[in-house]
T-cell receptor, first 113, second 114 residues
Framework: DQQVKQNSPSLSVQEGRISILNCDYTNSMFDYFLWYKKYPAEGPTFLISISSIKDKNEDGRFTVFLNKSAKHLSLHIVPSQPGDSAVYFCAASASNSGYALNFGKGTSLLVTP | NAGVMQNPRHLVRRRGQEARLRCSPMKGHSHVYWYRQLPEEGLKFMVYLQKENIIDESGMPKERFSAEFPKEGPSILRIQQVVRGDSAAYFC????????????FGPGTRLTVT
């Protein structure tokens, strides 16, 4: 059973515009959420995270929003750059389950010049 | 500043052979996680280890798979009698302590079973 869902397999955005990647989860025990970026033939790279006690976390061009009541989070990238083209994975963890990460299937972002 | 190291990067095994995947965590990290990514899927948790201890192996298949993280040396994920369905990318991640949500991933080992 997929507890973390990324329903958009791909997204194409023009350079300079905003990219919005979405993620839904089903397990109400999740209390920490992360976004990872992955290039082909490489491991995932940590991008940004948010605790369930917050609803927003910002780091430079990247902002993550958390809506606990809707069990939904999103990653905003603004402005988008061609180097942002990669697969983005949403992950969630529950502190009572040993901190194992539960990943979505990923969204492939393409930023066009 | 070496990150998480995994070797080999690519491994080809015939059905029935054994596969050994190695992971050296980042310096100062004593917690290791193994994940598997099947084609077109997200990463799936397999096992969480500390030095000389398996903390959580709830994601490990019951048979043929084992993992260890000895006092000295890398963590090893061992797959005995491999089958075609074991073909996947296997990623190792490490964290400084067991209370760190943020895990740092290695480049992965791509296992192909022929």
């Amino acid at each position: 059973d997929q507890q973390v869902k990324q329903n958009s397999p791909s997204l194409s955005v023009q350079e300079g515009r905003i990219s919005i990647l979405n993620c839904d989860y089903t397990n109400s025990m999740f209390d920490y959420f992360l976004w990872y970026k992955k290039y082909p033939a490489e491991g995932p790279t940590f991008l940004i995270s948010i605790s369930s006690i917050k609803d927003k976390n910002e780091d430079g061009r990247f902002t993550v929003f958390l809506n606990k009541s809707a069990k939904h989070l999103s990653l905003h990238i603004v402005p988008s750059q061609p180097g942002d083209s990669a697969v983005y994975f949403c992950a969630a963890s529950a502190s009572n389950s040993g901190y194992a990460l539960n990943f979505g299937k990923g969204t492939s972002l393409l930023v066009t010049p | 500043n070496a990150g998480v190291m995994q070797n080999p990067r690519h491994l080809v095994r015939r059905r029935g052979q054994e596969a050994r995947l190695r992971c050296s965590p980042m310096k100062g990290h004593s917690h290791v996680y193994w994940y598997r990514q099947l084609p077109e899927e997200g990463l799936k948790f397999m096992v969480y280890l500390q030095k000389e201890n398996i903390i959580d192996e709830s994601g490990m298949p019951k048979e043929r798979f084992s993992a260890e993280f000895p006092k000295e040396g890398p963590s090893i994920l061992r797959i005995q009698q491999v089958v075609r369905g074991d073909s996947a990318a296997y990623f190792c991640a490490s964290s400084p302590t067991g209370t760190d949500y943020e895990q740092y991933f290695g480049p992965g080992t791509r296992l192909t079973v022929t």
